[in-house]
């Protein structure tokens, strides 16, 4: 069963920059797109940015689109979550998530399969 491994959350103040990563467990784990997602304070789960694994297409949350970017390395089944000028309303635990199909709707975490542990970035005033 393939895991995702995620790393680089932690406590930066506001301004500040942080890359999360996040890899499969498995070299042979293939999936249709990668991406992440956030879960708030307030318990709200969030689409923040997906990549096409075929391609490289990407999407971003409007709200962080200026800010965000994500990226992959296709040798090590590995995604990037570049953030940069980070708000304190960005503050949430940060999950990797992958569909294995082309899903429906690729902003909506019902259809992803996969997901890593959550990693926990706090920005602070």
């Known amino acids: 069963q393939a895991q995702l491994v995620e790393s680089g959350g932690g406590l930066v103040q506001a301004g500040g920059s942080l890359r999360l990563s996040c890899a499969a467990s498995?070299?042979?784990?293939?999936?249709?797109?990668m991406g992440w997602f956030r879960q708030t304070p307030e318990k709200v789960r969030e689409f923040v940015a997906v990549?096409?694994?075929?391609?490289?297409?990407?999407l971003v949350r409007d709200s962080v689109q200026d800010r965000f970017t994500i990226s992959k390395d296709n040798a090590n089944n590995t995604i990037f979550l570049h953030m940069n000028s980070l708000k304190p309303e960005d503050t949430a635990v940060y999950y990797c998530?992958?569909?294995?199909?082309?899903?429906?709707?690729?902003?909506?975490?019902?259809?992803?399969?996969?997901w890593g542990q959550g990693t926990q970035v706090t920005v602070s005033s």
């Open positions: 998530a992958a569909a294995a199909t082309r899903p429906p709707m690729v902003t909506a975490s019902y259809y992803y399969n996969y």
């Open positions: 990549i096409r694994w075929s391609d490289g297409n990407t």
């Open positions: 498995e070299r042979t784990f293939s999936a249709y797109n």
